[in-house]
């Protein structure tokens, strides 16, 4: 599902020629790819919660929700700085691939975002065979 949506994501520029339906088709495909990944996620969740409970120790949100509000900041701003930086990064990521694909076509390539979205939708589609490290503890 992964790799589909991916691959679709990045040819819809020679799928659909109005920005804003795009934009929606856009919204759609992700949400589609996010509930299909849910179930991977709920199945690895619990587990984690568990072993943190049996260890005795309180898990990260307990320990999270007992800070005060001001060590709550601190704690929560590194991490909105690297959300910070990595929607830039996407951002400029996103406008090279569609810029590169509109140079496709301003060069007479037939279908000139869909070619490379096909290889970004089997790169993705990849890394779901890659197996997570083993756990070390």
Same mark, same amino acid.
């Given at each position: 599902? &992964? *790799?589909?949506? /991916?691959?679709?994501?990045? #040819?819809? =520029?020679?799928?659909?020629?109005?920005?804003?339906?795009?934009?929606?088709?856009?919204?759609? &495909? &992700?949400?589609?790819?996010?509930?299909?990944?849910? =179930?991977?996620?709920?199945? /690895?969740?619990? *587990?984690?919660?568990?072993?943190?409970?049996?260890?005795?120790? =309180? #898990?990260?949100?307990?320990?999270?929700?007992?800070?005060?509000?001001?060590?709550?900041?601190?704690?929560?701003? @590194?991490?909105?700085?690297v959300a910070?930086? /990595?929607?830039?990064?996407?951002?400029?990521v996103e406008?090279?691939?569609?810029?590169?694909?509109?140079?496709?076509?301003?060069?007479?390539?037939?279908? @000139?975002? &869909?070619?490379?979205?096909?290889?970004?939708?089997?790169?993705?589609?990849?890394?779901?065979?890659?197996? =997570?490290?083993?756990?070390?503890?």
């Open positions: 599902m &992964t *790799g589909a949506a /991916t691959a679709l994501h990045y #040819s819809l =520029p020679d799928l659909v020629a109005d920005r804003r339906t795009r934009g929606w088709v856009k919204v759609g &495909t &992700t949400a589609v790819a996010v509930a299909a990944s849910l =179930p991977e996620v709920r199945r /690895t969740w619990p *587990g984690g919660q568990r072993q943190q409970a049996a260890d005795g120790a =309180p #898990s990260l949100a307990q320990a999270f929700r007992a800070l005060p509000a001001a060590r709550k900041a601190v704690a929560l701003a @590194p991490l909105v700085a910070g930086v /990595t929607a830039g990064w996407l951002a400029v406008r090279w691939i569609f810029r590169r694909g509109q140079a496709r076509a301003a060069a007479g390539k037939r279908l @000139p975002h &869909t070619g490379p979205a096909l290889a970004y939708g089997a790169v993705a589609g990849a890394m779901w065979f890659i197996e =997570p490290p083993a756990d070390r503890r």
